[in-house]
């Protein structure tokens, strides 16, 4: 039992953990504006197309925010502020592939970095089904603007061909009509979807990874300068639409219209839209293939964190002021907005760009996934066979295939709500250990040369521990299934170690 003990808290230095990767395979090939197009990348995305309006408008499980959503913001940013200067730190000084996997390894111990990598794992593949979902309703939206032109088969294309079961479920339940009218049953028992749309994004992107990742962040800066364009489009045109009386009603009730569910409401409403800021440690997991992590990573990542909370609040802003608060619509709110003052052909611009923007963030989702499970495998937590690296284009080509199969998989199942929600947690796991890793490094190697430094710790990461844990057991008043999942989720992956990684490493 002592020996078992040891070994669940036994870490791997800093040096040992840079000198495996001097003779590892992946390239470095990425300077510091491949590295912000990730960070814009990963997080301009989901988030400000589809959760905004779920955090404004509220759901079946949560209230909503109203147009105090821009206090919600804020409140995310500050409580982000804290784990990136963390991650700013620690991937300056181990630039390896794995992210908070591999800091918590050095700072923690195995036991706690296989957690943290299995609930990053949650995190990244997970949120690729929250994306692939919004991509296709926005592809959806794209095709119906050619109704006139493309046969009716392909705009109308059957709901279980471009849906999850649960999703249909649900619509079928809310509009009282007959689940066997949407969707075919297996010995008519058995409910039958696939979203074909995700299906076809999810082998294209992991194509693209496969053949390298600088071809990945090409096709990403295209993609995120369309995201870009489209966003700073709407600002520009609805800011003439915006009427003041849409965020703050009339002087005796401005409370009431501004923060309709009171504080209450913003907290959840911080909680819901802290999806839209997941993916700014993106930037950590190609530490090793940067060509100098130790200057770029921390610029890029607190960079990307600055920009994407003033882009945040503007475009809150602007569509709570333009939209009553009862009008925005969940699925589509930017787009649906540019409808309402008669804007069309800017609203059917921002679904094409929204298609493109989407798939962005999904390859580089897809991206972070396989770099954090490469790291895993390196280390033998995984079967020795998913670390394999194409001889050619020097990429972990069958890891990637692997989790393009998860996502797949899991498509079939979850919703876009739900899948933001867990995302949420695996979110949240990390940034908290990401902060613990810092204080616990500063004390167990303190001579690392750090060339970025957190200010006033242990103060600055016991606040990010502190406000992350707040905001998560905040949300349990409200949320079950997601909470029950990811407890689930968890005891899968101790389960795993138990059987099968604790062995394999030794």
């Not at 953990?17 to 997080?43: P, Q």
């Amino acid at each position: 039992m002592k020996n078992i003990i040891k070994n669940l808290f036994t870490t791997k230095s800093a040096k040992e953990l840079i000198e495996r990767t001097k003779t590892g395979s992946l390239k470095k090939t990425l300077n510091i504006c491949d590295l912000f197009t990730i960070g814009i990348g990963a997080v301009v995305g989901t988030g400000i197309l589809t959760i905004i309006g779920t955090a404004i408008q509220g759901s079946a499980e949560n209230i909503g925010a109203g147009p105090a959503i821009t206090i919600s913001m804020i409140l995310a940013a500050l409580v982000c502020v804290f784990p990136a200067l963390c991650y700013s730190e620690i991937a300056s000084v181990i630039p390896v592939a794995g992210s908070t996997y591999t800091y918590t390894y050095a700072a923690l111990g195995e036991f706690f970095a296989w957690i943290v990598g299995w609930v990053l794992m949650l995190n990244y593949v997970i949120g690729n089904v929250t994306v692939a979902s919004a991509w296709c309703g926005y592809l959806t939206q794209f095709l119906k603007g050619f109704s006139a032109h493309l046969p009716s088969f392909i705009i109308n294309f059957p709901l279980f061909l471009r849906s999850d079961v649960r999703s249909i479920c649900y619509m079928c339940e809310n509009y009282g009509l007959d689940p066997h009218s949407q969707m075919p049953f297996i010995f008519d028992k058995i409910p039958f979807a696939i979203n074909l749309p995700v299906i076809l994004l999810t082998l294209f992107a992991t194509l693209i990874l496969v053949k390298g990742i600088k071809e990945s962040t090409r096709f990403a800066t295209v993609m995120v300068g369309l995201n870009l364009l489209m966003i700073f489009s709407f600002i520009a045109v609805s800011a003439f639409y915006v009427r003041p009386e849409n965020w703050f009603g009339t002087m005796g009730n401005w409370w009431t219209t501004f923060a309709p569910n009171g504080v209450h409401g913003i907290f959840m409403g911080t909680f819901i839209i802290f999806f839209a800021y997941i993916g700014f440690d993106a930037v950590s997991t190609a530490a090793e293939e940067a060509k100098n992590p130790q200057k770029d990573i921390p610029v890029a990542i607190l960079g990307t964190l600055t920009f994407c909370t003033i882009l945040y609040i503007l475009v809150a802003l602007v569509l709570t002021g333009v939209v009553p608060v009862s009008g925005i619509n969940p699925s589509a709110p930017i787009a649906a907005a540019l409808h309402m003052i008669n804007k069309d052909f800017l609203a059917g611009f921002i679904s094409i760009a929204a298609v493109c923007a989407l798939a962005s963030v999904f390859l580089i989702c897809q991206l972070a996934a396989t770099r954090i499970l490469y790291a895993m495998s390196r280390d033998k937590f995984l079967p020795r066979v998913l670390r394999a690296v194409h001889r050619k284009h020097r990429t972990p080509h069958v890891m990637t295939w692997l989790v393009g199969a998860v996502i797949i998989v899991c498509s079939i199942f979850m919703d876009l709500n739900i899948s933001a929600q867990l995302c949420n947690y695996g979110t949240f796991t990390a940034l908290i250990a990401i902060c613990i890793a810092v204080i616990v490094l500063r004390k167990t190697e303190p001579d690392l040369k750090r060339s970025f430094k957190v200010p006033f710790v242990p103060l600055f990461p016991l606040l990010g521990v502190i406000t992350c844990t707040g905001l998560v057991i905040y949300s349990f008043n409200q949320l079950s299934t997601s909470v029950y999942m990811f407890a689930l989720w968890v005891i899968i992956g101790i389960i795993i170690y138990a059987c099968f990684s604790y062995r394999n490493l030794r």
